[in-house]
T-cell receptor, first 114, second 113 residues
Framework: GEDVEQSLFLSVREGDSSVINCTYTDSSSTYLYWYKQEPGAGLQLLTYIFSNMDMKQDQRLTVLLNKKDKHLSLRIADTQTGDSAIYFCAEITDRGSTLGRLYFGRGTQLTVWP | EAQVTQNPRYLITVTGKKLTVTCSQNMNHEYMSWYRQDPGLGLRQIYYSMNVEVTDKGDVPEGYKVSRKEKRNFPLILESPSPNQTSLYFC????????????FGSGTRLTVV
């Protein structure tokens, strides 16, 4: 399968910015996603970015994509304790044999300290 | 409300006793998929389906079966569950356009003893 890598843990203080990083290997990725999983809950789509974009901003969330380096990041401004969750990076490719499949990283556990 | 519904939410069973986890979506999505989530491993795809009667293996299909007789339903079948199938399972569906990713069910926590 495709490789999507994330660091496993990140701790920040409330009010600081959080940056969660992700790298992927498939150059044919079309869309890249960030999902959030709160304790005991399912996956919530936070945001996505198309592979021909460099940046996308949505309120406190900023997604940066460096397609050359295959690097994706999620920045959360003014991080709150309610942002504590696991964040998954994911990609979809458009290659024929894997069309429409969603590949996930292992998830980054974000802990926000008051 | 548009949603993916999985049942049951929690299940404890014994080794070898066949079980089915149901998944139903009301969004007329063509694509459906099953994932398992294990600590430190993220989500791994078990099986997926691109439409009715079209299914294919994901990355970890061993010990699982699926069927897609109707567009809305995509059950996951464990013919002879084993303890290494203890996991959190998610069903997901997706509409034709990729931009919206998948809609996920709430998960089924399965324990096989």
């Amino acid at each position: 399968g495709e490789d999507v890598e994330q660091s496993l843990f990140l701790s920040v203080r409330e009010g600081d910015s959080s940056v969660i990083n992700c790298t992927y290997t498939d150059s044919s990725s079309t869309y890249l996603y960030w999902y959030k999983q709160e304790p005991g809950a399912g996956l919530q789509l936070l945001t996505y970015i198309f592979s021909n974009m460099d940046m996308k901003q949505d309120q406190r969330l900023t997604v940066l994509l460096n397609k050359k380096d295959k690097h994706l990041s999620l920045r959360i401004a003014d991080t709150q304790t309610g942002d504590s969750a696991i964040y998954f990076c994911a990609e979809i490719t458009d290659r024929g044999s894997t069309l429409g499949r969603l590949y996930f990283g292992r998830g980054t556990q974000l802990t926000v300290w008051p | 409300e548009a949603q993916v519904t999985q049942n049951p939410r929690y299940l404890i069973t014994v080794t070898g006793k066949k079980l089915t986890v149901t998944c139903s979506q009301n969004m007329n999505h063509e694509y459906m998929s099953w994932y398992r989530q294990d600590p430190g491993l993220g989500l791994r795809q078990i099986y997926y389906s691109m439409n009715v009667e079209v299914t294919d293996k994901g990355d970890v299909p061993e010990g699982y079966k699926v069927s897609r007789k109707e567009k809305r339903n995509f059950p996951l079948i464990l013919e002879s569950p084993s303890p290494n199938q203890t996991s959190l399972y998610f069903c997901a569906s997706r509409e034709q356009g990729q931009a919206y990713g998948y809609t996920f069910g709430s998960g089924t926590r399965l324990t096989v003893v």
